[in-house]
């Protein structure tokens, strides 16, 4: 049998709400032109109580699954889950539908409407054409829970079939910074391919000696690196033992890193607006861009970069986001220390301090009202009464943005 696995569609995202749909419609229809199974492990969702417009979005997609004359039969279904469907679309619920024991999750409406079969803590066997495929769920769990819920589970392959364990968890193999979350060598043995959601980017490795895969979100939500991949969904082919990634028309991803020594923020502005411009030119649709702004920028610059005009320039092209947190000032605190201290050249870092408290000045306006060289001694004289209190008032006067 071939498989589809459609990963974290997070319906109803707010920020790309309409990117939500539309891309898992299409890996939806793609899926189900392809494939004999629909496997789906979590987050059909964004939110665990959608909005009803949300809920119709759903349901319209899952509809039209249920339309098709699927030749896979479900030959038997057993556990906590909901089986009312005969369609072959098999789901589990992802960390963002979860809620507390007892109360529904949107997957499971869809599930009591017939509409797909919820394998949370569950197993479903598969049948076409004489070939049985067995699917292990496990929803999306705290990371207290997991392992323990496992054990008391205890899940177990099918006899004569081609078992898949699916599940919607960190696994710290790929995410190594939190000790909570499961390893490998939790997950239960004697399964052929083991399926996980959660994780928005693309996973391939080997758990027990069996494939695990994982294909990633079909629409973007984190704007981390990792998800400029293209997004897609995953084919499995249990004969051959081998899958492919289908790709789905996405809106283009791109991250760029600008670095910056003494630049001018004129210099900034222009480099920034020459980046988000070429990722426009090679964007067939509308693209995100996220420019990290690393290095300096030079003494007497403004910390207010103007980028928001930028952003409203290319608001039509593209949607930016811009971090720039890597992007600092030389300080300036420092640099009149060293002209107090005065101890390595006394002309060259005079002068220094000079230039640069002229600099500071004329840029807040002053021009020739104050005689700059009288305030740079009164400045680093040491022998001054006042010393202390005109440092501290000349230092907060020099750092204020204009």
């Known amino acids: 049998m071939k498989i589809a696995v459609v990963s974290d569609m997070h319906i109803g995202y707010e920020r790309f709400y309409d990117d939500a749909y539309e891309q898992a419609r299409e890996a939806l229809a793609k899926a189900a032109e392809m494939a004999d199974v629909i496997v789906l492990p979590g987050d059909i969702f964004d939110k665990r109580a959608p909005k ?15 339309g098709i004359e699927w030749k896979t039969k479900v030959e038997w279904f057993k556990g906590q889950g909901r089986a009312f469907s005969s369609a072959p679309i098999v789901a589990i619920s992802g960390t963002h539908e979860r809620t507390a024991a007892g109360k529904e999750n949107p997957l499971g409406l869809l599930a009591l409407a017939g509409l797909l079969i919820d394998a949370s803590e569950s197993q479903v066997l598969l049948e076409k054409d004489g070939e049985r495929v067995a699917v292990y769920g496990l929803g999306g769990l705290s990371e207290e829970r997991v392992v323990e819920k496992l054990k008391e589970l205890d899940p177990k392959p099918v006899d004569g079939a081609f078992n898949i364990f699916m599940l ?24 052929d391919l083991y399926l996980c959601g959660h994780i928005h980017s693309r996973v391939k490795s080997t758990v027990h000696g069996k494939l695990f895969l994982i294909p990633g979100s079909t629409v973007l939500t984190q704007l981390k690196e990792g998800e400029q991949e293209k997004k897609g969904f995953i084919l499995f082919d249990t004969q051959k033992y081998s899958y492919e990634f289908v790709e789905i028309e996405s809106r283009p991803f791109i991250v760029k ?63 930016l986001e811009m971090d720039t947190s890597g992007l600092k000032e030389p300080e300036i605190e420092k640099s009149i220390e060293g002209i107090r201290e005065n101890s390595i050249d006394s002309i060259g870092i005079k002068d220094i301090g000079m230039q640069l408290l002229r600099s500071r000045l004329k840029e807040l306006g002053f021009k020739d009202a104050i005689n700059v060289g009288e305030l ?27």
Do not use: W
């Open 52 to 66: 009803p417009e949300v809920i119709a979005q759903a349901l319209s997609l899952f509809r039209e699954l249920n």
């Open 376 to 402: 740079f001694e009164i400045l680093s004289d040491q022998k001054t009464s006042k010393k202390e209190k005109i440092i501290e008032n000349a230092l907060k006067f020099l750092e204020e943005e204009p």
């Open 168 to 191: 919607h968890q960190s696994i710290y193999e790929i995410l190594p910074f939190d000790n909570s979350f499961m390893h490998y060598d939790d997950l239960p043995k004697g399964f």
């Open 257 to 319: 890193r600008l670095e910056f020594k003494n630049a001018s923020i004129a210099e900034i502005r222009k480099k920034c607006d020459e980046a988000i411009a070429e990722c426009v030119e090679r964007s067939k649709k509308k693209p995100i861009v996220k420019l990290y702004l690393e290095g300096t920028f030079e003494l007497g610059g403004s910390s207010e970069l103007g980028l928001r005009a930028l952003i409203m320039k290319h608001a039509g092209d593209a949607i």
